[in-house]
């Protein structure tokens, strides 16, 4: 059987079902093809949906903890536990309709969704091996679009077996709760794994390879996570190495290696491996047409053409040699730009320095553009604005002081180069400051920018009075 579309994506993740959707908005004739039981990827059902869930149930349970102190009766506070099953349903339910929804808008769009693997054939063709049994050959007459994401990857001598020693996948649908575990690496998912399982009563230790937390952000940040981690009993270890980690019947053994070169035993029930992400290609055919790849990547110019006509990628799985962030909103906006690309308009690379980083951990992270010390290697004379929520009426009556908001920015023109946000709400209150970067805003356009009271963005407003030295409420 043998089918012929505009455009076929393959893959449903926020780049892929985001690609198909506008390109069938524009008139297209589109088809994704996708393994997957249902649509929308990575980020809706193994990834940032399932865990900022998992998130919320954490700050739920905080709420419930504190009830005595918010004037809740009928909640003893002291008691009150985490009911895995109940969370998992509650996930499990809204993580269906999305998905559902993600295909009611297929159907709405006359979308066409095979059900299967695909492997390339040639520049144009793919064979799809059906989950209901048979192959279609499917023909891209405008664009073949590669779009099949990221998954979790291990390092060398690590034996991820699923149970005591897992991935991020497995961790979203533990039944109970590790009375132990250890968390290799600090990135976004690291942390947030943490926060979720300290929240819920396990006892977390996070180990980190490079000399601070969250290794991306902002030194002030990291130092930030760090203390409050610290507060919340969340023992870090950076600068540290693990060299072994075996399950035994007694849970995982791990050896650590610090940076003085001391080695330090650890036992825990589980090992959770958060040491980054590597894009899917194995069995994708790419060979067949003579794709440019770079360590399993597909390499991609600034508008996501690869070396083969008629071929472009979007997403996890590419890489065009400068900064490219595997993030669903990264995603998603590549997919806009290449579906509007192919419908022949004219569109613009994407500025990846204005890409905005969220970490949902407690207390939550936001940052975008350039951190304190990029921005005096970049050769800027650099004037910092900070401001502590601490000082905020809004932030004490959500019980949630710790944190600041940084903004980093150039003397000469008043130029916004960066902020930083580590704090309640961050990951919302970051979008000001990314439009911020985009627009070429200034310090003093922010100072002349009225932020409601009372509310958390007022911390926003006060550090950029403190960039010019004048911050009001402190």
């Not at 070169?261 to 790419?286: C, I």
Request: glycine share 12%; net charge neutral; hydrophobic share 45%.
């Amino acid at each position: 059987m043998a089918s012929e579309f505009d455009v076929v994506v393959v893959g449903a993740g926020t780049g892929g079902y985001v690609a198909a959707i506008r390109a069938a908005q524009l008139g297209l004739k589109v088809a994704v093809v996708e393994r997957q039981k249902a649509l929308g990827g990575t980020c809706l059902i193994w990834g940032c949906i399932p865990t900022k869930a998992l998130l919320e149930h954490a700050h739920a349970l905080k709420v419930a903890q504190s009830a005595k102190e918010w004037g809740l009766t009928g909640v003893d506070g002291g008691k009150v536990g985490i009911d895995m099953p109940a969370v998992h349903a509650r996930k499990d339910k809204m993580i269906a309709g999305l998905t559902g929804g993600i295909e009611s808008l297929f159907k709405k769009h006359k979308i066409e969704w095979l059900k299967g693997t695909a492997r390339i054939t040639s520049p144009k063709t793919l064979e799809v091996a059906l989950h209901a049994g048979g192959t279609e050959t499917v023909t891209a007459t405008k664009q073949l679009v590669l779009a099949t994401g990221s998954a979790p990857r291990s390092i060398p001598g690590i034996d991820v077996d699923g149970k005591q020693i897992i991935f991020s996948d497995h961790a979203i649908h533990l039944g109970q709760v590790p009375q132990s575990i250890a968390i290799m690496g600090s990135g976004a998912v690291g942390v947030e794994f943490a926060s979720i399982f300290k929240s819920y009563g396990s006892e977390v230790t996070i180990i980190e390879l490079m000399p601070k937390l969250v290794p991306a952000e902002d030194e002030a940040v990291s130092n930030e996570l760090e203390r409050t981690f610290k507060k919340r009993g969340i023992k870090s270890y950076t600068g540290t190495k693990v060299t072994s980690a075996k399950a035994t019947a007694k849970g995982v053994d791990i050896t650590m290696q610090k940076a003085d070169g001391k080695t330090e035993a650890l036992n825990v029930e589980m090992l959770l491996v958060a040491t980054g992400r590597g894009p899917v290609t194995d069995g994708l055919g790419v060979e067949a047409i003579g794709l440019r790849m770079d360590r399993g990547y597909i390499v991609v110019d600034p508008l996501f053409q690869t070396s083969v006509p008629g071929v472009s990628a979007i997403g996890d799985v590419i890489t065009m040699g400068g900064p490219h962030y595997q993030l669903a909103h990264v995603s998603s906006m590549e997919g806009i730009l290449l579906a509007e690309k192919i419908a022949g308009h004219t569109v613009a690379p994407i500025n990846y320095d204005h890409v905005p980083r969220c970490t949902y951990t407690e207390p939550e992270i936001g940052s975008v553009g350039l951190t304190e010390a990029q921005a005096k290697a970049a050769g800027h004379d650099v004037r910092i604005g900070s401001f502590p929520f601490r000082a905020l009426a809004r932030a004490r009556m959500a019980g949630e002081t710790d944190g600041f908001v940084k903004i980093v920015a150039e003397k000469k023109y008043d130029e916004v180069l960066g902020v930083h946000i580590i704090g309640p709400r961050a990951t919302e209150l970051i979008a000001e400051a990314v439009l911020a970067l985009r627009l070429e805003c200034t310090v003093e356009e922010l100072v002349k920018t009225i932020h409601a009271h009372p509310t958390m963005s007022e911390a926003m407003g006060e550090a950029s009075h403190a960039a010019h030295g004048a911050a009001i409420h402190i």
